[in-house]
């Protein structure tokens, strides 16, 4: 059984931390609640977000499921829902599950009465540049608008990693199945045409016998091992598409 940090308060009004044992974060906001206590906060005993048998990271959740839990809230904002009454929602139905726990987060931080940005800030899970476009979007009063091009950007950002990821398997395939023939046609083919012509007493020609050496075989080998390491790395920092870098200076 977990043991989870609460800051709470009682009917007095006084605000004070206490340790729950439960089995999960719900668990224990319930175990306080059913007890008359009004609770601000609940998290792992041992850190806010712990990666290993805790909740789980923004950094651990992949991109996509990060654009679609800020496309709901967007969405949510601009419909005239409170911050506090969409982040209710998103901790309850956000498309992505291992997101919810972050979002109870955020709304327990506003519920206290926290800003979005100072509680985004505060859970240490969101990067710098969405915590300072959130603070963005409430200095202007245009979060709406500042979500949407922070959206934009994180369609972008998505999109080039997964046209790098996309470009990095091409290359590797075929690095992969030339090396195996290069392999095939020295270890096996060369010394098959090697025998032939010792059979049949005729002279190896020059190429043949210098493929044959021990050290035409291990420069061959050098030679690909080289590229397969470096052909990857030249697909990832080479130039950039001219479309992709106008989209992003636009």
Known sequence: MAEYVCRVADGNGRVFALVEPAQSHEEA????????LLVYEVRPRGGILPSI?????????????????????NTLIKA????????DLLAERAAAPKLRPIVSQLR???????????????????SKVYSTAVLAGEKSGN??????????????TTSVKKKILATLVYPTILITVATAIVSYLVAYVIPQFAKLYEDLNVPLPVPTKLSQ???????????????????PLGSIYGPAPKRVERHLTA
């Open 29 to 36: 906001r319930q175990k306080l609640q059913d007890r008359g």
């Open 53 to 73: 048998g805790g909740q789980p990271r923004a950094s651990s959740v992949g991109g996509s499921e990060f654009l679609i839990l800020n496309q709901q809230f």
């Open 80 to 87: 005239g829902l409170p911050i506090l009454r969409a982040l």
């Open 108 to 126: 327990d931080r506003v519920r206290e009465g926290r800003s979005l940005s100072e509680a985004v800030e505060e859970t240490g899970a969101f």
């Open 143 to 156: 979060l709406p608008g500042v979500l949407e091009q922070y959206i934009a950007y994180q369609r972008v």
């Open 213 to 231: 050496s021990p050290f035409s075989i291990a420069t061959w080998f050098l030679a690909w091992l080289v590229f397969s390491c470096f052909r």
